[in-house]
């Protein structure tokens, strides 16, 4: 079975540009959360999808963006790129909404973004 | 939202057991408490998680403490494949990743 897959694997894009990034969930989970790591830290939480909803939002700026489509894939929109922004992307999808939850995550490879 | 505290790195001979701390001492009575580890360059992979009872799984075993402000995985038998960080992370509303404990381990 698939795991959790992400794309592109790199991308490599320049300050005040936009991006795209994109997931797709393991069949059956309906909820997708979106993180950012950055080199050395641990992952910060940006959003959280269930049933194409909004269920919770990181402490991360208006340029962040996310939706989630019928068939539970989901993209992730960063406006007017910084430097600051480059960073690993993950994506982790899940059986059920990510609250209290007896349910673990699963988790991509990663989308590797770099802003120069 | 609640935190977790872990140590910034530890180290273990393999073929020893290894008990990773974790501080929660901010958890609500609905969170639970998950454990992660991340190799590098790849996404976090989920190790085990619990809510108030011991739990044991084919990776490791989790002991929570009965006030549930602390807990411990606990790694049986290191391998040079469990060289990793190892995320506390309690799962509430929102998913919350310390620092985590990057784990060395010696042959």
């Known amino acids: 079975d698939a795991g959790v897959t992400q794309s592109p694997t790199h991308l490599i894009k320049t300050r005040g540009q936009q991006v795209t990034l994109r997931c797709s969930p393991i069949?059956?989970?309906?909820?997708v959360s979106w993180y950012q790591q950055v080199l050395g830290q641990g992952p910060q939480f940006i959003f959280q999808?269930?049933?194409?909803?909004?269920?919770g939002r990181g402490n991360f700026p208006d340029r962040f963006s996310a939706r989630q489509f019928p068939n539970y894939s989901s993209e992730l929109n960063v406006n007017a790129l910084l430097l600051g922004d480059s960073a690993l992307y993950l994506c982790?999808?899940?059986?059920?909404?990510?609250?209290?939850?007896?349910?673990?995550?699963?988790f991509g490879q990663g989308t590797r973004l770099t802003v120069v | 939202d609640a935190k977790t505290t872990q140590p910034n790195s530890m180290e273990s001979n393999e073929e020893e057991p290894v008990h990773l701390p974790c501080n929660h001492s901010?958890?609500?009575?609905?969170?639970?408490i998950h454990w992660y580890r991340q190799l590098p360059s790849q996404g976090p992979e989920y190790v085990i998680h619990?809510?108030?009872s011991n739990v044991n799984n084919r990776m490791a075993s989790l002991a929570i403490a009965e006030d549930r402000k602390s807990s411990t995985l606990i790694l049986h038998r290191a391998t040079l494949r469990d060289a990793a960080v190892y995320y506390c992370?309690?799962?509430?509303?929102?998913?919350?990743f310390g620092a985590g404990t990057r784990l060395f381990v010696k042959a």
């Open positions: 901010t958890i609500s009575g609905t969170d639970y």
């Open positions: 982790a999808s899940s059986l059920r909404t990510d609250g209290p939850t007896n349910t673990e995550a699963f």
């Open positions: 619990g809510l108030t």
């Open positions: 069949s059956g989970h309906k909820s």
């Open positions: 999808y269930y049933e194409k909803e909004e269920r």
């Open positions: 992370i309690l799962r509430g509303f929102k998913t919350i």
